[in-house]
């Protein structure tokens, strides 16, 4: 977001910004010390967070899933909020002025507002499906799919690119008294009020009031509506599993136990999105609330320290989200875990290759002359060596992917024949897909 001129003058919005305002305080060694330690530390933590989240969900099948879709786009505003706002905040304490030019006043502006509001309509869109997986649960067989929230998520990106293009024409770089460049709104607050108020009101006071109504209604029907008799067919199918969840610790109790077990993964999904929308609401409260009041004052209030708390806290919702996916999400543990043995098998797979070329090279010389018979014995050798290697790393490739067949494996034989989970929606159908799940 823009820097905030610290003029009074009642022409000139009072806002502040991502980046911060210059005074005596922020010019202090202790107060850059802190600062550039903050965001440093909450910003890697956030970057190679959501990096995880984005590349489970890629890499593991498992994972693609409708939520988990919705949760890749939120991964990404984060990221982009992260880059966008964190990043720029460490050279302004250091440097104490804005060292990005024209240009990057107006495309750090855009993509800070992008990744915010973004994120917002990214929890707004989970909110919903978890509403209808819950509540409406045979309309989810058709609108709780990996095709439909892929669709949807497209188009809050398109239309939320479209949206932000308005901060090109509101902000540009501005020379203090003290000739210290910052980036800065060049409107008055007679036309930047309304805007505000408008991006205020869509993208945080409505998110929140629709998402507190939908979890209210989420929460009368798994806590206060009697659980299902296996018996009961019927019932049972109905609250086995919406848009076919599969239970985060994998129910061993057979099919008499599933109805209770499907219902105890919804509720853990539902808590651990729940505290992702109150986190966002009370870590986004402190800036949204100073940008209000400061909106209307003649006079802003800009402490420095007051300010910093203000970012670290936006950091923070960008960056604590995959923490609460690993604390609260059996599957997105088990995910992030396995990403990481990946990792060091294919280093290691990697250092083999690469020492097994040398030795082979060393003890193989090539023959300077072979002889028709040497040729085709040479070749021969040549031919066994490159199949052993190429069956070796066969083995080594398939070697990784053996507990994820097991693990799939698993899973079909604890799923019950139950039709709505056997059969896919018509909307998957028409494509030849399979219904995915949509369970964290």
């Known amino acids: 977001m823009a820097m905030e001129n610290a003029s009074s003058r009642s022409d000139v919005p009072t806002n502040i910004s991502l980046v911060g305002a210059v005074d005596a305080v922020s010019q202090s060694l202790q107060y850059k010390t802190v600062s550039v330690f903050l965001v440093l530390l909450v910003c890697g933590v956030g970057i190679v967070g959501n990096v995880m989240v984005v590349l489970v969900v890629l890499t ?69 499906e978890r509403y209808i997986a819950i509540c409406h649960p045979m309309r989810a067989q ?76 989420i929460a009368r029907i798994l806590y206060l509506s009697p659980l299902p008799q296996p018996a009961d067919a019927a019932t049972a199918t109905t609250l086995h599993r919406s848009c076919k969840e599969t239970p985060e610790g994998g129910a061993k109790g057979g099919r008499q136990g599933r109805p ?35 909106s209307f004052m003649a006079t802003p209030y800009l402490d420095a320290w007051f300010l910093l708390f203000c970012r670290t806290c936006i950091y923070a919702n960008s960056a604590i989200n995959p923490v609460v996916y690993n604390l609260m999400s059996q599957r997105f543990r088990s995910a992030f875990r396995e990403l990481y043995r990946c990792q060091g098998r294919a280093t290691q797979r990697h250092t083999l290759c690469a020492v097994k070329a040398s030795y082979s090279a060393a003890r193989d010389p090539p023959d300077p002359a072979p002889s028709a018979n040497g040729g085709r014995k040479g070749g021969g050798r040549a ?49 030849g897909g399979e219904m995915k799940h949509s369970v964290v």
């Open 60 to 128: 593991a099948r498992h994972m693609r899933t409708p939520t988990n879709c919705y949760l890749v786009s939120l991964a990404v505003a984060d990221l982009i909020v992260l880059v966008a706002a964190g990043l720029p905040n460490v050279s302004d304490s250091l440097m104490g002025t804005w060292v990005y030019g024209h240009a990057g006043c107006l495309g750090i502006t855009y993509f800070q507002y992008l990744g915010i509001n973004v994120s917002s309509c990214s929890i707004t869109a989970f909110t919903v």
């Open 142 to 217: 058709t609108v709780c799919t990996v095709s439909r929230a892929q669709r949807i998520i497209a188009g809050v990106w398109v239309l939320t690119c479209i949206y932000c293009m308005l901060w090109f024409f509101l902000v540009d770089i501005q020379v203090n008294p003290d000739q210290r460049v910052q980036c800065g709104y060049k409107v008055s607050r007679d036309l930047y009020l309304p805007i505000y108020l408008i991006d205020f009101t869509i993208f945080y006071v409505l998110p929140l009031l629709l998402a507190i109504v939908l979890y209210a209604l």
């Open 260 to 294: 209770r077990s499907a219902l105890s993964s919804r509720k853990q999904v539902t808590k651990m999105l729940a505290v992702v929308v109150v986190l966002f609401a009370l870590l986004w409260m402190p800036y949204r609330t100073l940008v209000l009041v400061n």
């Open 383 to 431: 031919a066994g060596k490159a199949g052993a290697e190429a069956e070796g790393k066969g083995k080594e490739v398939s070697f990784g992917n053996e507990r994820d067949g097991a693990a799939v494996e698993e899973e079909r034989r604890d799923t019950p024949a139950d039709p709505l989970e056997t059969t896919p929606g018509p909307a998957e159908a028409e494509k």
